[in-house]
């Protein structure tokens, strides 16, 4: 048995052989982006590959190198894409990866593959990308079906209010805050510099974007709430309910799709 689940860290044989064994593929997909001052740029790639890690482990599945680039970081959602450090692919670049890595995933035999995103603005041109690719198999003849997903909309009320105590500023704003920083803390407690955490009001944005955006209505810190609330603690919550219900959903799906899967769809690329 393979003591990783990490494509990154497998030989070609042993990965051939999980795609053989009917392993489904997990891309993690984040984004190069400001998280202020006491956050890696990569926060999103290294959420969305612990998940993406907990998810292959529950479902005996294969976690892709992630994506590191992501689409534009968004003024009501991200502090905006003004700002050094963020890093970004334009729309047409991010549905080019997405449905390339599909086909090429189903190239190598996987009959089910799996985007989990991490960074908001990925997801629609994550599903054009993922559509496309699905379509063009299809009309190939081949079997293959995909699940997109972001991992926050697996966090439920009740996590949400152990943690935040009445206080939850909301999804729109939780840009670097506490469930991020809390995660981090967690999962990477050596990256978070949490004496730098400006503790500020969460930002007042319009329920609007303009364009060019107005630098000025970002706050100083580029996160758009505060995370001096963040703990390990939480994050240890976050992390464990989090992967047990994003286990629990896809895990029963991707039965579901396998169930569906003609006994001929066999993969192309075995071990010799």
């Given at each position: 048995m393979p003591t990783t689940v990490l494509m990154e860290e497998l030989d070609a044989f042993t990965y051939r052989e999980m795609i053989g064994r009917g392993a489904p593929v997990i891309v993690p997909v984040g984004a190069t982006e400001q998280h202020g001052p006491h956050l890696p740029l990569q926060t999103d790639v290294l959420l969305a590959k612990a998940m993406s890690t907990r998810l292959a482990e529950a479902v005996d599945g294969v976690v892709a190198a992630p994506v590191v680039y992501g689409y534009k970081s968004q003024q009501r959602s991200g502090g905006g894409n003004h700002l050094a450090g963020t890093t970004s692919l334009d729309a047409t670049t991010i549905i080019a990866i997405a449905r390339t890595l599909t086909l090429e995933f189903a190239r190598h035999g996987a009959r089910q593959v799996v985007f989990l995103n991490g960074h908001f603005e990925?997801?629609?041109f994550l599903y054009e990308g993922v559509e496309l690719a699905t379509t063009e198999l299809k009309q190939r003849g081949e079997d293959v079906s995909a699940i997109l997903l972001s991992y926050w909309d697996f966090v439920d009320d009740e996590t949400i209010e152990e943690i935040y105590r009445g206080?939850?500023?909301?999804?729109?704003?939780?840009?670097?805050?506490?469930?991020?920083t809390s995660l981090m803390l967690h999962l990477h407690p050596e990256l978070v510099r949490l004496e730098r955490v400006m503790d500020l009001p969460a930002a007042q944005l319009p329920r609007y974007d303009r364009l060019p955006v107005r630098p000025e209505l970002t706050p100083i810190s580029g996160c758009l709430s505060s995370a001096a609330a963040a703990s390990e603690s939480a994050g240890r919550l976050l992390l464990d309910r989090t992967s047990a219900a994003l286990a629990a959903a896809i895990g029963a799906e991707l039965r579901t799709a396998s169930d569906l899967i003609p006994a001929h769809a066999t993969p192309r690329f075995t071990t010799p």
């Open positions: 990925n997801y629609q206080a939850f500023p909301g999804w729109d704003v939780e840009h670097g805050g506490v469930l991020e």
